[in-house]
Structures are given as structure tokens and as C-alpha cells.
């Protein structure tokens, strides 16, 4: 039985002046001696002889007498690490250190006691025992020549270290850091002298259950100093390996972050320069970008770790076209659920909110990092239209988005400007036209739910009739707006300018060819008309944008070359399909004159005479004859003072109206109303860029601002009808816009519509889009609101109700069906039949419609239990029906006389075909 206090006392009784502990006194004159002073007291502690502790140390640790022979103790050094490896191994397998019983506890003095001496035990029997090439670096030099190297004694001493590593109480304050460079050093000198088994199962424990970045830092230290080929290349082959294993990567770069005073970036240049080499094997390299990918997916907060990644990725990406492609498939995997998910049962969940803003969040680390340390962003050109529709579907207060317009803004602004960027731009919006589109998309039934009380979204699977409505010529520009780079703004502006003129210059073909099949149906109408459409929106809402303007100052030669073509094609056209873009680009132009002496005087701005004189007298567009003879008062030198008096005011009404002060805003607003009360010429021209300053006024909080710019809309709408209607029907159905501004922009229809009175059903189908639409909201407030606009609008457009009256119905039974419903929304559908019945002129034209709407207004007056408001909204309906057939009864009395007749029914009548019996036909 051992006595464990026989050997503390011996433990206190020596000095170990290598511990870390004591290393102060180490340089103090006679502190050599002290091998020689423990020594003895270890002798005469000691009942065994040293060649028996010895025999008993190779036995415990399985060495075979052949390698037993070799050690020779007449050196006191090595008598010295045999006696006092047997004595703390005597000790070590006394105590439990893995026990927490009272009985196996030891005290803080006799742990320091144990680490001291495991301290001086490896440096004599490690340190002292290398490779003499490691002894002759700064590090180990101390060391040298103390004690004479004996491979089979250094092996007994690697066994003996390697059962002390498992005591985690000895690493406390990094004690055994030291011992753990030492070990591997002492690992590596003897592997050169014999290959022994037992040495890869000592560096196997020490890279799976130490530090692993440990591991790599002290391979790294040693390789740092002048060794010999066969050492330098067991060391090379020893980091690589590890590289390769299971966190190999990430534990590489914790390690040289350790290191003081270099740089992240310098850290990261070290990083991608010894992980990413053509030496290494195709398999060694895929493997170590799926370490790379997942490494960066898990330092998304932390940019010093992100960039060691980003640059890392992209080496390999330089290294291989082999690399290149299992980059780029890996890239594909993050949104293939999106782009084709295999499940697609309503309801399902296909990812969450921190799953979708963690992917957005390491694309724009991969590409937008740095100029330098990030991935090409070509590969990111087939991933547009995914983009850009998830931007759009995201809510503006989410960071995601800000993030997705980061990427999209890389991607499109390092496209060459005059032959690659036109090239992208043309193929987004031209991507859905072709039969495989290889760029990817969300899929038909992605729908993503935001939430109404946090800032969380939800990526959900649609039902099978929902339809994805992402609009480029809407979304491209909204992106480009919102964003400080005006200079990308201005070479998109160019390259849909230039698009669109190449559309315009398609001849139409003089026959269409059967249409078997709906696909090609709608491909015929996407590229006849929804294409051009969708452009001349997309330049529509960059014209009005004002940093355009200085931009495309630096840009004339361009901007005046694709005019140019533009008055060629309308000239040459026979049809006016041009006529809407060309009045934007000439009221562009006319600004850009007017505050540009010097491109009044350029030679191409004079070329443009002719065509806009030529133009002026052929075209029977009342703006665009306004918008020639301005310009061409401009280019002749006729811009006297009178002509600047009458676009005075305009002007200062507009720079009231930009201005950020309410009152001045309504001053502003109430300065247009009178110009286009009166019709000045001046403000009519600049029909688009008072809708664009309207729209952008409408979004103030402050009431007396929107209501005066509802105003503005109602008065606009006499100048311009459908540009006005179908503006506003965009706005108020983009749901990533705040819902008070879509609830003022339903005001405004709704104004509008009025204010046309009947006139407003040729634009019926915009209007009863709108409010159907938004009566299917999943917001509460904003579906109340369009149930009342519906209403409003169903009195006005009675007369045309018969096309949608089976949707309505089956909108309003919807609502009313709801359990557990909005009940003002419930309220506002009730108020919908009232005012269709309030609008029926003559109730003969409603038959088929009058029964099913007298039936559900009877079924809620007459529910007790039903809400009183709803009740006396049904109730008025009825009241107002009921007027209604007395009038018609009244003016049939009136007509003629009342003749009556008296019929006996009887079974030898001849039968005749039953037909619904109206509501007013009385038995």
C-alpha cells in the first residue's frame, strides 16, 4: 500500500527550479545543482535500487526489454528522471484525481506540488531530449547538453506524459502548455530515430482530446525554426494532415489569431497561402471548401474570422475550374429549397426567420466583404431574379434587406457598362419569357409572411392558386432608389433607355399564328406588351428620381445617342406606342437643358433639331407638342424671360414641395391645384413628375400634408387619367409598404374614382383589382379598409356589376363565414351590399342578383345574436331595397292601369316551364 504523505513529504522536500513557478531563481549562481541535491533525497527516500524502479516504469508502460536495454542510469541526469517519474507515478496512481469523494481530495499546496514537479520532470526528460536541430533555436536552447538523448528513455518519458495529460486538474493557468509543445517535439525528434506504433496514438490523443488549435500553434512554432529536410517534412505532412481532419480548419485559424501584434488581414493572407496550394490531392481541397463554407457560416458576427474564410474560398476558387464548380453548386444548395422545394402540401414551413437572415447575411460577407477577399460577384448574376424578389418580399425595417441590396448592388455594378451590364439588365426582365430559364427564381408558390408584431418572417408554401407577384420594372428601380449609389442608378437608367428602344424598333408581325396551347398565349402577351410595360414603368419611376439627373449630366453623349434613336423609331413608326416613353425622356431632357448652359451648345444636342421639329409637327400628342416646343425654344436660343416666367411657377411650387416643412409642402400642393385648375401648359407638360412628387409627399405623417396631396391626385386625374390610376393601384398593393401610407393611397383611388364619377368604368378592372385584392389581405386594418372602398366604388359602378358580382359575393360570404374575425371588417362587408343596392338605378336590370342579396341581409337582421352594427347596416340595405320597389311599383301604377285577375289552378292547366319567380312578382 503506498503512503501518499510519504510522498508530498518528499515533494516538499526537493527543489524544482524548472518549474514555471520557481524559473526566477533558476538564473541565480548554484541552482545547477539541484539535480544532485534531489537526487540524494530521492535515493534515500527510495527502498528500490534504480535499474528495479526502472524495470517496474517499462513494465506499467509496456516497453519490451529490447527496448529497455538501451537505457543506461550512470548519468545523474538520467537517474534524476527515472527516480522522480517513478515516484510521481507512485503518487499519480494513488490519488483519484477524477473522484470528487472528501476522502480523495488533495489541497491546493500538494496540486502545486504535483504540477511543479510534472513541470520540472518534462523539461529534463522532453525538453532536454530533442532533436538537436530543435536545440540549437532560441526557444530550446537552454536546454542543450544537459542530458544525454536516449531514445528508449524519451519513449518511456512520452508514455509516461501522455497518462498525465488526462488529469485536467494540472491545467489549471495553462500549466501544461508548455509540457504539451515539449511532448509533441519529443514525438517528432524520435519518429526519425524508429517508427513505433505508440507514437501516432500519442499524437492521436493529443490532437482529439487537447487543444486543437494548441496543436497547430506549437506545429507551427516548431516549424518556424532551421530544422532538416526529414524534420521539416514530418512536421509539413503533420500539419496538412490535420487540416484535412474534422475541424481542422477552424482550429488553424483560432491558433494564428493568438498571435500578438499581426494583422487579420495579414493573419488571413497566412491562412489562404498554406490551406489553399496546388500541391494538395482534388479530393484534400473539396473537402477543406466544405470545411471553409461551414467555418464561415459560423463566424457570421465576428469580421476578422469572416475574412480569414472569404479570402480563403476565395484561393480555391482561383486554384481549379474543378473548384470553381463545386463552389458554385454548393452556393446553388442554399436556395434550391426556395427554387424548387420538394414538399409543396399549403401551410408548410420552409424556413425560418434566422435561417433565411443568416444565409442573406453570409452571401453578403462572400461577396461584398472587401474589393480584395471576396467571391467574383459573376457567380451571383443567376441568382437576380431570386434576389430581388425576396428584397422585395422582405420588410423594409428588416437588416436582410439592406443586405440583399448590398449583393444585388455589387453584382450589377461590377458589370462592364457598355456591353455586360446591358446584356444582365435585358436578360432580368426578359428571364421568364425563355422555355428553361437557367437563372433562378422563387418558386410559384413561395409565399413569405411577415409578421405583425415582431420584425419576423416566415417562408410558407402557398396555397395552389396563389400566383407570385414580383414585378422587375417595379422592384429594380425601387432598389436603385433607395440606395446612395447614383452612379449605378444612372448605367441602368442608360441600359433599359437602350432596351427599350431595341424593343420599340421590333417589327410587329403582320400575322399571329395559331395559338395551340396557353404557354404560348402567354409568352405572345408577355412579349408583345407585358415586356414594354414593365420597362416603361422601371423608367417611369427612375426619371422622376433627382440624382438621376446630375448623373446623366456626366453622361450626355450616351443619353442624346439613344434619344436620337428614339425620335428615329417614332418617326418611322406608323403607330404611337411610343408616345409614353418619349414624353418621360423629353421632359428629362428639358430639365437637363435647362440647368446645363453647356450641353445647350453641344453638336449633338443641335443634331436634335430637326427630329424634334419634324416630331412637333407630325405628332397629334398634345405633351409631347408642349415638350418639343420647349425644347426647342431652348436649342434656338429663344429662352427669353418670358418663357422662364411661365415655368416659374411650377418650379416653385416643386421646390415647396421638396421642401421637408409641412405648410410649405400644402403651399406647394395648393400652387399645383391652381396651375392645373387653369391649365398653365407649363404644368400640364410635367404630368409624371408631379405624380412621382405626390407619391412621395402622400408617405408624410403629418394629416394636413396627405390629405391636401389626396387633392393633388383628384386633380391630376383629370390631366392624366390611367398614369394616375395605375400608379396609385401599384402602390397600394405593395405589401412591403407601411400600411398607413397603402391605407392613404386607397383614399386616394377612392378620391379619384369620384371624381371621374361614371367616366371611371373604363378603368374598372384597375379599380375592382385593388380593393378585391386588398379584401383578401391578411391584415386586419388594411382589409376593413378595402371592404369601405369596395363599397364606395360598388355604388359608383353598379351599372357594370354584373361581371364580378359572383366574386364579390363570394368575398363578402367569406368574411362573414370567418370564426373569430375582424368585426369592423365584418361591418364594412355588410356596408358593401348596402351601397350596391344604394347605386341600382333600375331594379329590373338586377333581378338575377337582387334574391341572393336580400336573403343574406335578412339572415343578419334577423340573427339576434349577430352585432348590432352589422344588424343596422343590414337593415339599412333593406330599408333601401325596399324604397327601391316601391318607386318601381309606383311608377308602374303610374304607367298604366292596375288590371286584376282571378285564376283557379287547377291539374288540367297546360304545364309550363317553371322559371324563377322575380322578387318583386307577387302571387
Not at 72 to 79: N, V
Not at 160 to 172: D, E, M, N
Not at 277 to 292: E, P
Not at 718 to 726: K, T
Amino acid at each position: 500500500m503506498i503512503n501518499s504523505a510519504k510522498y508530498f513529504a518528499l515533494l516538499e522536500s526537493l527543489t524544482f527550479e524548472q518549474a514555471l513557478a520557481n524559473k526566477a531563481n533558476a538564473s541565480q549562481p548554484g541552482a545547477g545543482s539541484s539535480i544532485s541535491q534531489n537526487l540524494n533525497i530521492l535515493e534515500k527516500y527510495a527502498k528500490q535500487n534504480v535499474d528495479q524502479q526502472l524495470h517496474d516504469l517499462c513494465t506499467i508502460f509496456e516497453l519490451t526489454a529490447e527496448e529497455e536495454a538501451p537505457i543506461k542510469y550512470s548519468d545523474p541526469a538520467t537517474c534524476y528522471i527515472i527516480r522522480l517519474q517513478h515516484a510521481l507515478q507512485m503518487l499519480f496512481s494513488k490519488i483519484n484525481f477524477d473522484s470528487d469523494a472528501k476522502e480523495d481530495l488533495i489541497s491546493v499546496a500538494h496540486l502545486k506540488l504535483c504540477i511543479q514537479a510534472t513541470q520540472e520532470l518534462s523539461y529534463y526528460a522532453l525538453r532536454c531530449q530533442l532533436h538537436e536541430d530543435f536545440l540549437k533555436s532560441p526557444i530550446f536552447k537552454e536546454a542543450q547538453g544537459k542530458v544525454k538523448c536516449n531514445p528508449s528513455l524519451l519513449l518511456l518519458s512520452i508514455q509516461f506524459f501522455v497518462r498525465v495529460l488526462p488529469i485536467r486538474q494540472f491545467h489549471i493557468a495553462n500549466s501544461m502548455e508548455l509540457l504539451k509543445r515539449d511532448l509533441l517535439a519529443s514525438i517528432m525528434s524520435l519518429r526519425l530515430q524508429m517508427d513505433h506504433p505508440k507514437l501516432e496514438a500519442v499524437l492521436a490523443y493529443l490532437w482529439r482530446h487537447e487543444s486543437k488549435s494548441d496543436f497547430f500553434r506549437h506545429v507551427l512554432l516548431l516549424k518556424a525554426t532551421s530544422l532538416c529536410a526529414p524534420l521539416a517534412k514530418a512536421l509539413h505532412q503533420q500539419l496538412l494532415g490535420k487540416l484535412n481532419s474534422t475541424h481542422g480548419y477552424a482550429s488553424f485559424v483560432d491558433a494564428l489569431q493568438q498571435t500578438p501584434n499581426v494583422s487579420a488581414t495579414r493573419n488571413a493572407e497566412i491562412v489562404a497561402s498554406i490551406v489553399a496550394r496546388k500541391g494538395f490531392s482534388q479530393s484534400a481541397q473539396q473537402a477543406m471548401i466544405l470545411q471553409v463554407l461551414e467555418f464561415c457560416s459560423g463566424s457570421l458576427t465576428d469580421a476578422d474570422r469572416m475574412c480569414v474564410g472569404v479570402l480563403s474560398l476565395r484561393r480555391f476558387y482561383e486554384l481549379s475550374a474543378q473548384n470553381q464548380q463545386q463552389i458554385e453548386a454548393i452556393l446553388s444548395t442554399h436556395w434550391q429549397v426556395l427554387a424548387d422545394p420538394e414538399d409543396l402540401i399549403s401551410g408548410l414551413i420552409l424556413m425560418e426567420h434566422e435561417e433565411l437572415c443568416n444565409r442573406i447575411l453570409l452571401w453578403q460577407h462572400l461577396f461584398c466583404s472587401s474589393s480584395v477577399a471576396c467571391l467574383p460577384s459573376s457567380l451571383l448574376t443567376r441568382y437576380l431574379p431570386l434576389l430581388l424578389q425576396l428584397y422585395d418580399g422582405l420588410p423594409r425595417e428588416l437588416p436582410a434587406r439592406d443586405q440583399l441590396a448590398a449583393i444585388i448592388s455589387r453584382c450589377l455594378d461590377n458589370r462592364e457598362r457598355e456591353k455586360e451590364l446591358p446584356e444582365v439588365v435585358q436578360r432580368l426582365f426578359k428571364w421568364k419569357l425563355e422555355e428553361e430559364p437557367i437563372w433562378l427564381c422563387l418558386h410559384q408558390r413561395i409565399l413569405i409572411l411577415p409578421s405583425t408584431q415582431t420584425i419576423r418572417i416566415q417562408v410558407k408554401v402557398a396555397p395552389a392558386d396563389h400566383q407570385l407577384d414580383h414585378d422587375m420594372g417595379r422592384v429594380l428601380p425601387s432598389l436603385l432608389m433607395s440606395s446612395s449609389h447614383h452612379a449605378l442608378t444612372c448605367n441602368v437608367f442608360l441600359a433599359l433607355l437602350g432596351f427599350m428602344t431595341r424593343q420599340l424598333q421590333e417589327k410587329s408581325p403582320l400575322g399571329v399564328d395559331f395559338l395551340s396551347t396557353e404557354t404560348e398565349l402567354m409568352h405572345f402577351l408577355q412579349h408583345k406588351y407585358q415586356l414594354k410595360l414593365h420597362l416603361l414603368i422601371a423608367l417611369n419611376q427612375l426619371v422622376s428620381h433627382q440624382p438621376l439627373r446630375a448623373q446623366l449630366a456626366m453622361h450626355t453623349k450616351e443619353f442624346l445617342q439613344l434619344l436620337k434613336d428614339l425620335l428615329q423609331q417614332r418617326l418611322a413608326a406608323e403607330e404611337e406606342d411610343t408616345d409614353q416613353t418619349l414624353l418621360l425622356i423629353l421632359n428629362l431632357l428639358q430639365e437637363l437643358l435647362q440647368r446645363s448652359k453647356d450641353l445647350q451648345l453641344t453638336e449633338s444636342t443641335r443634331e436634335l433639331q430637326a427630329q424634334l421639329h419634324q416630331l412637333g409637327s407630325l405628332s397629334t400628342n398634345q405633351f409631347i407638342q408642349q415638350s418639343v416646343q420647349s425644347l426647342m425654344n431652348i436649342l434656338q436660343g429663344e429662352w427669353r424671360p418670358s418663357e422662364a416666367l411661365k415655368l416659374q411657377p411650377f418650379h416653385k411650387a416643386r421646390s415647396l414641395i421638396e421642401e421637408k416643412e409641412s405648410h410649405l409642402q400644402v403651399y406647394g400642393i395648393q400652387m399645383l391645384l391652381v396651375l392645373l385648375q387653369r391649365k398653365d401648359p407649363a404644368t400640364m407638360a410635367q404630368g409624371h413628375l408631379i405624380i412621382a412628387l405626390a407619391l412621395s409627399t402622400l408617405k408624410d405623417k403629418e394629416s394636413y400634408t396627405f390629405l391636401n396631396c389626396v387633392r393633388l391626385f383628384v386633380a391630376l386625374v383629370h390631366v392624366m387619367e390611367a398614369e394616375v390610376l395605375d400608379k396609385l393601384s401599384d402602390e397600394y398593393l405593395s405589401e412591403t409598404a407601411d400600411l398607413d401610407y397603402r391605407l392613404v393611397v386607397g383614399e386616394a383611388i377612392l378620391k379619384a374614382a369620384q371624381e371621374l364619377g361614371p367616366l371611371c368604368y373604363r378603368y374598372k378592372a384597375v379599380l375592382l383589382n385593388c380593393f378585391m385584392h386588398g379584401s383578401r389581405s391578411p391584415l386586419h386594418e388594411f382589409r376593413m379598409s378595402a371592404f369601405a372602398n369596395l363599397a364606395q366604388l360598388c355604388r359608383l359602378l353598379a351599372y357594370q356589376v354584373q361581371n364580378f358580382f359572383q366574386e364579390l359575393m363570394d368575398l363578402i360570404n367569406s368574411e362573414l363565414s370567418a370564426t373569430g374575425g375582424y368585426l369592423p371588417t365584418k361591418r364594412a362587408a355588410v356596408v358593401v351590399l348596402a351601397e350596391l343596392l344604394n347605386g341600382m338605378e333600375n331594379l329590373l336590370d338586377y333581378e338575377d342578383m337582387l334574391l341572393p342579396i336580400y336573403r343574406l341581409l335578412r339572415a343578419i337582421e334577423a340573427e339576434e345574436s349577430c352585432d348590432p352594427a352589422m344588424r343596422q347596416h343590414a337593415a339599412n340595405g333593406l330599408k333601401i331595397l325596399n324604397d327601391k320597389c316601391r318607386k318601381l311599383i309606383q311608377s308602374c301604377l303610374e304607367a298604366r292601369e292596375l288590371h286584376k285577375e282571378i285564376r283557379v289552378m287547377g291539374i288540367k292547366d297546360k304545364p309550363s316551364a317553371r322559371r324563377n319567380p322575380h322578387i318583386l312578382e307577387l302571387n
